[in-house]
Structure formats: C-alpha cells, structure tokens
C-alpha cells in the first residue's frame, strides 16, 4: 500500500480526468504551499540545532556541484534527441536539473514512516539543489544565443526573482528560524506546523493531482520524445543521487532523499525563473513534463523503486 498522502494525489489525478468540478480556490493553495515549505523549512533547521560541522559544508558543496552538473548532461539531449529548440532547451534543463519541494515533501513523509535513518542536513540539500541549475542553464543558454542590449537589466532582475521568490525565502527562512530556536523554544509554533505536515501535504497533492491532469489534457501524443525524456530523466538522475550518496557514506534514507531530489522537476522556482530569463522558452511545454509527468512518476512508482535500489548499491 503506498503511503495515505499519495492516495490524496491519485484522488486528484482521478476527479482531473474525469473533469469534476473539484477545485481548490487559488487562495487556500497558496496556503497550503506556504505552509509546507515553511514547515519543511523549520523541521530541518529545527534537526541541525546544535549538530553544524565543517563535514556538514563540504556535503552541501558537494550536492550543489551535482545539480550545477545536471543542466550539462541532458541539455544536448534535449537539443539534439528530443529536437526542442534552444529556448525550450535550455528551460527544460532548468526545470529538471532544479528540484520539487512537493516531491521532498512526500519522500520525507515516506522515510519517516519507513523509519529509515536520514540526516538533519537532507532540508538543506533541496536549498543547495534549488538554484545551481536555473543558473547553468541561462548560461549555457546564453552562450549560445547572443545577448541583448539589456541584458545587464534582465540579469538582475533574474537573479531578483530567483534568490527573492517564495519557495527560497520560506525555506531559507524556515532553516534559520528553526535552527536558531530548536524543537523546544520554538515548541509553541513548530509543534502545530509539524504535526499538521501530513494533513497540508495530502491537501497540497490533492491540488497536485487536478494540476497535473489539466496539463495533461489533451494527451499530448506529438510530443512523445519530450514524454520519454521525463520517464527516462528521473531515472538516470536517481542513479547518480544513490552513487554521489552512497559514496559520501550518507544514511539509508539520506541517500534515498537525495536520489529522488536529483529525479524531480522544478514547477515552483524555475518556471518563475524562465519566464523572465527566456521569454520565448514554453513554459507550458515545461510544466506539461515536470508537473503532468514526472512529477506523478515519482510519487507513485519513483520513490518506492529507489528505495528498492538502495540494498542492490549497498
């Protein structure tokens, strides 16, 4: 049976293809999304009070130079197997190579409940991961688009909307604010925001689920290289994640968190990101993979294969 919060999904997913008249209202998404990323923020900053250490940095440096690399592997894939643009290119590369705080969410609901022993340090891991890639990727491509008069402008503004967007600030901040107070001075917030994570997060897929089916209709048969790139990406990404935590020694359920971030697709940070940096990029295209594809593949059959290949590296 797979875990309660992946059934909220599927419950999603079902009324989206059946197109019900189930809706979350925009406000109470929001919510929700404030919420879990602030509470994913705080449960991680609330394990590393007390427990910071320079094997601690050299870890997150290491996870942050793996996502760098990402955008490196699969953009020429993309460009010259998938037949995309270098706009479409480039984007997609970013939304793969970034990661999924909703993905985080149902993989630490998935080792908490399997009692798999995992690092305090895994929250950070999804900071490190969230921005390498966005940045890679708009500099790959503009290495090969030629730059316009404004481009001083448009950088900064990138760099704005990426460091400054909410997913960034809440889970920074959620990290600090946790790590300042710990799980006992802190006890009359964090108690209530973390004993409520399940409940947000079967809610938050719930939406997940009608999103996910919106981008899916109609079935976009035309598409099916791009379609085989979100099955085949997250896979070979989950791989380097189990090799890159096997070899850094990680817990069973660090390595697992870590697989499963290097197999998801930003839909929150990078789509923000690539809509200002690249215009021309279709962004629908991008959510249409990350959201309609690879996002249900991880949740649903993704987590549980990785787990099972964690004893075959072991």
Not at 12 to 27: E, H, N, R, W, Y
Not at 57 to 70: H, S
Not at 191 to 199: D, S
Not at 258 to 283: C, H, V
Request: glycine content about 8%; aromatic content about 10%; overall charge neutral.
């Amino acid at each position: 049976m797979p875990d309660i919060v992946v059934m909220f999904f599927l419950l999603g997913l079902f009324a989206g293809v059946l197109k019900s008249d189930l809706t979350i209202p925009k406000a109470a998404y929001d919510t929700l999304s404030l919420l879990l990323m602030l509470t994913i923020g705080l449960k991680g900053g609330m394990a590393l009070h007390g427990a910071i250490s320079w094997s601690l940095l050299a870890e997150l440096v290491i996870v942050a130079l793996i996502g760098g690399m990402l955008p490196l592997l699969v953009l020429p894939i993309l460009k010259h197997v998938v037949k995309l643009s270098w706009a479409d290119s480039a984007s997609i590369a970013a939304h793969y190579g970034s990661v999924s705080a909703g993905t985080f969410a149902v993989v630490l609901t998935y080792v908490e409940s399997n009692q798999l022993a995992f690092g305090p340090q895994t929250t950070l891991y999804l900071v490190m991961l969230e921005l390498p890639a966005i940045i890679v990727s708009l500099a790959l491509y503009r290495r090969f688009k030629t730059a316009s008069s404004d481009h001083h402008v448009k950088q900064s503004a990138i760099w704005h909307e990426t460091l400054t967007n909410r997913g960034v600030i809440l889970l920074a901040g959620g990290v600090l604010i946790g790590w300042m107070y710990g799980p006992l001075h802190g006890a009359s917030v964090t108690e209530l925001l973390t004993g409520a994570f399940k409940a947000v997060l079967a809610l938050f897929l719930l939406e997940m689920g009608l999103t996910a089916a919106e981008t899916l209709r109609p079935f976009p048969w035309k598409q099916w290289r791009a379609l085989c790139f979100a099955i085949v990406t997250p896979l070979l990404f989950a791989l380097i994640g189990l090799m890159a935590g096997t070899m850094m020694g990680l817990p069973e359920g660090s390595i697992l968190i870590l697989a499963t971030l290097l197999a998801s697709a930003s839909y929150i940070a990078a789509p923000a990101a690539i809509r200002s940096a690249i215009p021309e990029a279709n962004i629908g295209l991008a959510m249409l993979l990350s959201l309609g594809i690879t996002f249900p593949f991880n949740v649903t059959v993704g987590i549980p294969l990785y787990h099972s290949w964690i004893a075959y590296f072991n």
